[in-house]
């Protein structure tokens, strides 16, 4: 499943990322790696950006569609 | 004598992990500092304070924050090009990277990519944010075991600069740096630097390979930390709980409006008593320098021409440091990046980035650093519509001419049980600038800049308390800045005006006989300004204005405060009434020589209001679209459609209202 589908609040660890390069690149730029831990912290409505929070202490925000391209574990 | 080495020491570092804070701190500097990421976008140069106790001459060059060396923007691509330069120049020899303890790992990647080029013995790692000092000597030390790197920690906040500054002072600073590698660069990369990189200092490599040392760094990152503690997450458990709410679906638009509207309704209402209090000054200055002076040529220009025209935007001084107050205040706080999530979807629909809220926001105080700010904007034609439509958001030298304007004629009254009427039409010019901002975007970006939207992945940096102190000192900055203005072009031209419309005096002939008003008026016409105005006239006269207002929209290209120092001039000399003595009360008591009327009408003064909402008037403005874009094709194509947007929307409010 991708991380879009996850509930806000349930952790889960990153199992892959999709191909698409721009998006990949970037996230491994802030340190964001598969095995690592990620939880949904709120959703901006009209189908807005979601933050993230990342480990236990960092925090960012990325689209629906950048989202979709992270996948968890189940 | 001491004796005179010199050094140089370049910082880098991840977004928003200080660098431009300790480069304050240890060169007394004023680089704008914030929390969030992408505030540095060019390079600062600074000479460490203690220089003047020491032999050893310590300079630092701040740069853009990266997160790795293979830039996806125009700021990163000014850092990458820095160290690229390195062997051309010679110009440091030491560079130190500033990682972020609050994301350690992360940021010791990049540090161990910069190790990989500049080599172990011209680098140090300097961590922040190490605020409660959890990083002990022994950590340290695995770190430099490890890494070969000598490594310090320590915080910003605190205010140590003591402990960076000696530090660097023990550090041998033998050689100048030689780049020891390549750096590895994609081809999509190099596109963002102002000239290609020669090949011998780079390598192209395709994008799997150029993730997979990203990747390789982070996993090697990650094993010298293994002993290193993560920094307690109280801060992260507070941002967590602050975050529920500003992010939340429901919530999250309405917050982002009330504190926006919080901001201008505080700016009208709570600095306008300290406004009139410096008006009163004023104003008691002019009258007692007319008392003292013998009347003549010399008394009409020192209190005409320098109180009037200097003292009538002086008034303005609380407002405008009131203004960056609050926007420190917000700044620091960590709102900012959140602001660019709730907007990025309303964005997103004008064809803009979230991450253009930033620059956006930047333009409420000038939109000089706000242009280039888009620096940050990944995508050129994200960037060129957001550079384009930056000038349209309200900025702090609109200011005094609206707080002049709706001050002196929109009656006071409460809307809808809550809202002033004076304040809700300051926050309307300030929304009616952004959305034509947005809309403007709209239209670039379906005709001239069409094309996919960058990437939308930001940091959302921990919230932290704003300081007082550093608002007070950005506010304080600014203040003096406006002053400097105040008593240099503003001064200069308020004596060219005074100038222009004393001189030639009129025909005695034409005065026989007439009211000391009639005389004071018919010699303003006579003048050489009131010629000029009198030949603008029929330009202006569908929208309202008078020649008098004409020759204040003309100096106001230049600035536009001058509009208001203009008026405050022309007016002064004018005025007969001795009673009057602010700008406000003679607008008000301006009266058409031949009806007998007044001249401003509340048609009048909106009619002006939205001139000053679109038209492009500020040359320092024009100067830096002509460096961030490098032609003047499309600077002049943004002071054509802003001017004619001005005309057509002052034609039509004033056809409205009158």
Same mark, same amino acid.
């Given at each position: 499943?991708?991380?879009?589908?996850?509930?806000?609040?349930?952790?889960?660890?990153?199992?892959?990322?999709?191909?698409?390069?721009?998006?990949?690149?970037?996230?491994?730029?802030?340190?964001?790696?598969?095995?690592?831990?990620?939880?949904?912290?709120?959703?901006?409505?009209?189908?807005?950006?979601?933050?993230?929070?990342?480990?236990?202490?960092?925090?960012?925000?990325?689209?629906?569609?950048?989202?979709?391209?992270?996948?968890?574990?189940? | 004598?001491?004796?005179?080495?010199?050094?140089?020491?370049?910082?880098?570092?991840?977004?928003?992990?200080?660098?431009?804070?300790?480069?304050?701190?240890?060169?007394?500097?004023?680089?704008?500092?914030?929390?969030?990421?992408?505030?540095?976008?060019?390079?600062?140069?600074?000479?460490?304070?203690?220089?003047?106790?020491?032999?050893?001459?310590?300079?630092?060059?701040?740069?853009?924050?990266?997160?790795?060396?293979?830039?996806?923007?125009?700021?990163?691509?000014?850092?990458?090009?820095?160290?690229?330069?390195?062997?051309?120049?010679?110009?440091?020899?030491?560079?130190?990277?500033?990682?972020?303890?609050?994301?350690?790992?992360?940021?010791?990647?990049?540090?161990?990519?910069?190790?990989?080029?500049?080599?172990?013995?011209?680098?140090?790692?300097?961590?922040?944010?190490?605020?409660?000092?959890?990083?002990?000597?022994?950590?340290?030390?695995?770190?430099?075991?490890?890494?070969?790197?000598?490594?310090?920690?320590?915080?910003?906040?605190?205010?140590?600069?003591?402990?960076?500054?000696?530090?660097? &002072?023990?550090?041998?600073?033998?050689?100048?740096?030689?780049?020891?590698?390549?750096?590895?660069?994609?081809?999509?990369?190099?596109?963002?630097?102002?000239?290609?990189?020669?090949?011998? &200092?780079?390598?192209?490599?395709?994008?799997?390979?150029?993730?997979?040392?990203?990747?390789?760094?982070?996993?090697?990152? &990650?094993?010298?930390?293994?002993?290193?503690?993560?920094?307690?997450?109280?801060?992260?458990?507070?941002?967590?709980?602050?975050?529920?709410?500003?992010?939340?679906?429901?919530?999250?638009?309405?917050?982002?409006?009330?504190?926006?509207?919080?901001?201008?309704?505080?700016?009208?209402?709570?600095?306008?008593?300290?406004?009139?209090?410096?008006?009163?000054?004023?104003?008691?200055?002019?009258?007692?320098?007319?008392?003292?002076?013998?009347?003549?040529?010399?008394?009409?220009?020192?209190?005409?021409?320098?109180?009037?025209?200097?003292?009538?935007?002086?008034?303005?001084?609380?407002?405008?440091?009131?203004?960056?107050?609050?926007?420190?205040?917000?700044?620091?706080?960590?709102?900012? @990046?959140?602001?660019?999530?709730?907007?990025?979807?309303?964005?997103?629909?004008?064809?803009?980035?979230?991450?253009?809220?930033?620059?956006?926001?930047?333009?409420?105080?000038? @939109?000089?650093?706000?242009?280039?700010?888009?620096?940050?904007?990944?995508?050129?034609?994200?960037?060129?519509?957001?550079?384009?439509?930056?000038?349209?958001?309200?900025?702090?030298?609109?200011?005094?001419?609206?707080?002049?304007?709706?001050?002196?004629?929109?009656?006071?009254?409460?809307?809808?049980?809550?809202?002033?009427?004076?304040?809700?039409?300051?926050?309307?010019?300030?929304?009616?600038?952004?959305?034509?901002?947005?809309?403007?975007?709209?239209?670039?970006?379906?005709?001239?800049?069409?094309?996919?939207?960058?990437?939308?992945?930001?940091?959302?940096?921990?919230?932290?308390?704003?300081?007082?102190?550093?608002?007070?000192?950005?506010?304080?900055?600014?203040?003096?800045?406006?002053?400097?203005?105040?008593?240099?072009?503003?001064?200069?031209?308020?004596?060219?005006?005074?100038?222009?419309?004393?001189?030639?005096?009129?025909?005695?002939?034409?005065?026989?006989?007439?009211?000391?008003?009639?005389?004071?008026?018919?010699?303003?016409?006579?003048?050489?300004?009131?010629?000029?105005?009198?030949?603008?006239?029929?330009?202006?006269?569908?929208?309202?204005?008078?020649?008098?207002?004409?020759?204040?929209?003309?100096?106001?290209?230049?600035?536009?405060?001058?509009?208001?120092?203009?008026?405050?001039?022309?007016?002064?000399?004018?005025?007969?009434?001795?009673?009057?003595?602010?700008?406000?009360? &003679?607008?008000?008591?301006?009266?058409?020589?031949?009806?007998?009327?007044?001249?401003?009408?509340?048609?009048?003064?909106?009619?002006?209001?939205?001139?000053?909402?679109?038209?492009?008037?500020?040359?320092?403005?024009?100067?830096?679209?002509?460096?961030?874009?490098?032609?003047?094709?499309?600077?002049?194509?943004?002071?054509?459609?802003?001017?004619?947007?001005?005309?057509?929307?002052?034609?039509?409010?004033?056809?409205?209202?009158?």
């Amino acid at each position: 499943m991708n991380l879009l589908e996850l509930k806000v609040g349930e952790p889960r660890l990153i199992k892959d990322f999709s191909q698409n390069q721009s998006v990949y690149f970037k996230l491994l730029s802030l340190g964001i790696l598969p095995g690592d831990e990620i939880e949904i912290m709120g959703k901006a409505p009209f189908g807005g950006p979601i933050s993230i929070k990342h480990g236990s202490q960092t925090f960012l925000a990325l689209r629906r569609s950048e989202a979709k391209q992270i996948e968890v574990e189940s | 004598m001491l004796k005179q080495v010199e050094a140089t020491i370049l910082l880098i570092g991840f977004p928003n992990a200080g660098k431009s804070t300790f480069f304050n701190i240890l060169t007394g500097g004023t680089r704008k500092v914030s929390n969030y990421s992408g505030v540095t976008v060019d390079v600062g140069h600074g000479d460490i304070e203690s220089n003047k106790n020491e032999g050893l001459q310590l300079k630092l060059i701040d740069l853009p924050g990266v997160y790795n060396l293979i830039p996806t923007s125009y700021d990163e691509a000014v850092t990458v090009q820095s160290l690229l330069d390195l062997n051309d120049y010679h110009q440091a020899d030491k560079v130190v990277v500033l990682l972020d303890y609050q994301r350690l790992e992360a940021s010791l990647s990049l540090g161990l990519a910069v190790r990989d080029v500049v080599g172990d013995e011209n680098l140090v790692f300097v961590i922040n944010k190490d605020d409660e000092s959890e990083i002990n000597a022994e950590m340290r030390e695995e770190i430099k075991q490890r890494t070969g790197v000598q490594t310090l920690s320590t915080s910003a906040l605190q205010n140590n600069g003591k402990v960076l500054d000696d530090f660097l &002072r023990t550090l041998s600073y033998a050689n100048k740096i030689d780049l020891k590698n390549k750096l590895p660069m994609t081809e999509e990369s190099v596109k963002y630097f102002r000239k290609t990189p020669e090949l011998d &200092r780079i390598s192209l490599k395709s994008d799997t390979e150029i993730s997979s040392t990203i990747n390789w760094y982070h996993d090697k990152s &990650r094993d010298v930390l293994e002993k290193v503690i993560a920094p307690k997450n109280t801060k992260a458990k507070i941002t967590e709980k602050i975050d529920r709410f500003v992010l939340n679906p429901f919530f999250g638009g309405a917050i982002f409006l009330s504190i926006f509207y919080m901001i201008f309704h505080a700016l009208y209402t709570w600095a306008g008593p300290v406004m009139e209090l410096v008006e009163t000054a004023i104003g008691g200055v002019g009258e007692l320098l007319t008392g003292i002076m013998p009347e003549g040529l010399l008394q009409s220009l020192i209190v005409d021409g320098v109180i009037g025209g200097v003292g009538g935007v002086l008034v303005f001084l609380p407002q405008i440091m009131f203004l960056f107050f609050l926007l420190s205040l917000l700044e620091q706080s960590g709102y900012i @990046a959140r602001a660019a999530v709730v907007t990025d979807k309303l964005m997103g629909y004008f064809g803009l980035n979230g991450k253009a809220f930033l620059p956006y926001m930047s333009g409420f105080a000038c @939109a000089i650093p706000g242009i280039m700010a888009a620096r940050t904007l990944s995508n050129p034609r994200e960037r060129v519509a957001t550079i384009m439509t930056i000038p349209l958001i309200t900025c702090s030298a609109r200011l005094p001419v609206y707080i002049l304007l709706i001050g002196t004629f929109v009656p006071k009254q409460t809307v809808l049980g809550i809202f002033d009427s004076q304040a809700l039409s300051f926050f309307f010019l300030y929304f009616l600038g952004s959305a034509a901002a947005l809309v403007i975007a709209k239209v670039l970006r379906l005709s001239f800049f069409k094309g996919e939207s960058g990437n939308f992945i930001i940091d959302l940096p921990l919230y932290q308390r704003p300081s007082l102190k550093a608002a007070f000192m950005q506010a304080w900055r600014k203040g003096k800045a406006f002053l400097k203005k105040a008593g240099t072009i503003i001064l200069a031209l308020s004596i060219v005006i005074w100038v222009l419309s004393t001189f030639p005096k009129a025909n005695p002939d034409l005065l026989v006989g007439k009211t000391e008003a009639q005389v004071a008026s018919i010699s303003l016409e006579q003048s050489m300004l009131g010629t000029m105005g009198r030949t603008v006239e029929p330009v202006i006269k569908p929208i309202g204005m008078d020649w008098k207002m004409g020759v204040g929209l003309l100096v106001s290209f230049g600035a536009r405060e001058l509009f208001v120092s203009a008026m405050g001039t022309l007016y002064a000399l004018g005025d007969v009434d001795e009673e009057s003595e602010s700008l406000r009360q &003679r607008l008000i008591n301006e009266k058409d020589p031949v009806t007998g009327k007044p001249v401003y009408s509340l048609a009048v003064a909106w009619s002006l209001l939205i001139f000053f909402v679109f038209a492009l008037q500020c040359t320092g403005t024009m100067g830096v679209l002509r460096k961030e874009l490098g032609s003047w094709k499309v600077p002049l194509i943004m002071f054509t459609y802003m001017g004619t947007l001005g005309y057509l929307g002052s034609w039509i409010v004033y056809t409205y209202l009158s």
